[in-house]
């Protein structure tokens, strides 16, 4: 699952709450970790909610005396912890809670971000029916030269925010339905089962860390050089038929993976919350 964050594109009123706190140049803490505590405090507290825009730099400068280096030091910290995250040109916003992804299952991502309360969209930038190269042929274990499928290159969203540039190969003749209409508005999976009869049953992933790419980065809004799982999906039916391949780049900074643990030997397994 993924991590959303909603932005507040506003000016940023001096009235921050962040500036009812003050720094201490007295203390043997660092100025810059005095900053993050206080800034942690005003989101944890409620004083800052998900999507709140924190003053400019340049403010946060002006009002606790400091350096811009000290500033930006604070906000990185908060930004790998994925408190905060940044838009090139808008300003630091506070963040959504990473969403999780449990790996263990085979996951629609209309509903897993319909399940944290954000409204899933996807933005088709490519549908055609193709044959097969070899290397699909070989995943879809089939040795028909001419084997037919969907190659879907979507952007995955929620609440408007790009997260994942999808690929999806899957064949023509299992599923004869799907429009590229259909897909900006409706869940692949429930096409699938609902309409063509397919129910997921087990499958593999395979997962890389990259650093995005210009192309992609455009794509997504991020920086170039973001962190992201390159994700590659075979998924099969109950009978070993492969019915779906999927490659994806997935920011690194909104999606967190979560992987249970457990002993096979113990059953039955329970999962943590």
Same mark, same amino acid.
């Given at each position: ?17 962040? =500036? /009812? ?9 660092? !100025?810059?970790?005095?900053? +993050? #505590?206080?800034? $942690? ?85 490519? =549908? /055609? ?9 070989? !995943?879809?274990?089939?040795? +028909? #030269?001419?084997? $037919? ?106 999606? $967190? ?17």
């Amino acid at each position: 699952m993924v991590t959303i964050e909603k932005e507040n594109t506003s000016n940023t009123v001096k009235a921050s709450p962040i =500036f /009812s706190y003050a720094l201490d140049k007295m203390q043997e803490n660092p !100025l810059y970790a005095q900053l +993050i #505590l206080i800034i $942690k405090q005003c989101i944890h507290s409620g004083q800052l909610n998900t999507g709140d825009a924190l003053p400019p730099e340049s403010e946060l400068c002006e009002v606790f005396d400091v350096s811009r280096s000290t500033v930006r030091q604070a906000l990185s910290s908060l930004e790998k912890e994925g408190l905060v995250y940044r838009r090139r040109g808008l300003g630091t916003f506070v963040a959504n809670p990473k969403v999780k992804k449990n790996v263990s299952t085979l996951y629609s991502f209309t509903a897993q971000t319909n399940m944290v309360g954000m409204v899933p969209s996807s933005t088709v930038l490519k =549908f /055609s029916i193709i044959d097969a190269d070899s290397d699909l042929r070989q !995943l879809f274990q089939t040795t +028909i #030269l001419q084997f $037919k499928v969907y190659e879907i290159y979507r952007i995955r969203k929620a609440d408007g925010i790009p997260l994942i540039l999808e690929r999806t190969y899957i064949p023509y003749a299992i599923c004869p339905v799907l429009t590229a209409k259909r897909l900006e508005n409706e869940s692949l999976y429930t096409i699938l089962h609902s309409e063509c009869g397919v129910i997921p049953h087990h499958g593999l992933e395979s997962y890389e860390v990259i650093q995005i790419e210009k192309p992609d980065a455009e794509l997504l809004e991020c920086s170039v050089g973001t962190l992201a799982f390159s994700v590659e999906r075979v998924a099969a039916l109950e009978n070993g038929e492969v019915y779906e391949i999927t490659r994806s780049v997935v920011r690194g900074d909104r999606c $967190k993976f979560e992987v249970p643990l457990f002993n096979e030997i113990a059953k039955p397994y329970r999962q943590f919350k």
